[in-house]
């Protein structure tokens, strides 16, 4: 197989989006990029990331591709885990502390920063619109997230993701409450549960 083909089976594999990183692991030349970009097989759409003209951009794919620390949290994880209706007006992602989120902020995205030991601590992966694999905070980990954000956001949403947390099948309230203690939110986390549950 040449390099062409190559390329061209990596941008079938990634529904349409290519990064330079993947393709250079792969052994493709650069350059293979940027004669597919002269033919119009491919367009830049930011800095190392590349989708094909016929690909629907995901963007919130294409941002993890761009950085990939992100994990993306609080009000758009739950959207993610069913937990809410409300479709997210910004995107809300968490970064190590220390992290230059400016760029990300500049895009109108929420940004949280945590401790580098607790960033990567309850992430799981979640399927985008267009069924692309990005890295999300589970549900214990969402829930937890939000009620110490609890003073930012709106106290209805919060209300409403406990409640269908409580009564979803796939709860894990030992894991919830492991990841509480972390967060030093165990007692706001008990206090909205024994309200909720009464």
């Not at 607790?118 to 992966?125: A, D």
Request: glycine share 4%; hydrophobic share 40%.
């Amino acid at each position: 197989m040449n390099y062409r083909e190559q390329l061209e089976n990596l941008i079938a594999d990634n529904n349409g989006i290519v990064v330079t990183n993947e393709v250079e692991e792969q052994g493709i030349p650069r350059h293979y990029l940027t004669l597919f970009l002269r033919e119009g097989k491919l367009n830049r759409v930011s800095h190392g990331v590349y989708v094909a003209p016929d690909a629907f951009e995901d963007k919130m794919y294409m941002l993890q591709m761009k950085s990939p620390r992100v994990v993306i949290s609080n009000e758009t994880a739950l959207f993610f885990h069913d937990l809410t209706d409300r479709d997210p007006l910004e995107w809300s992602v968490t970064v190590p502390s220390g992290y230059n989120a400016s760029k990300l902020r500049g895009l109108g995205i929420q940004v949280y920063s945590v401790k580098k030991q607790l960033h990567l601590m309850g992430t799981t992966e979640v399927e985008t619109l267009f069924g692309r694999k990005v890295t999300a905070y589970n549900k214990e980990r969402t829930i937890c997230d939000i009620i110490r954000n609890r003073n930012n956001m709106d106290i209805a949403i919060l209300n409403d993701a406990l409640k269908r947390y409580l009564a979803s099948k796939d709860k894990n309230i030992s894991l919830l409450m492991k990841y509480a203690k972390e967060l030093r939110v165990q007692k706001i986390l008990r206090s909205y549960m024994e309200i909720l549950l009464t």
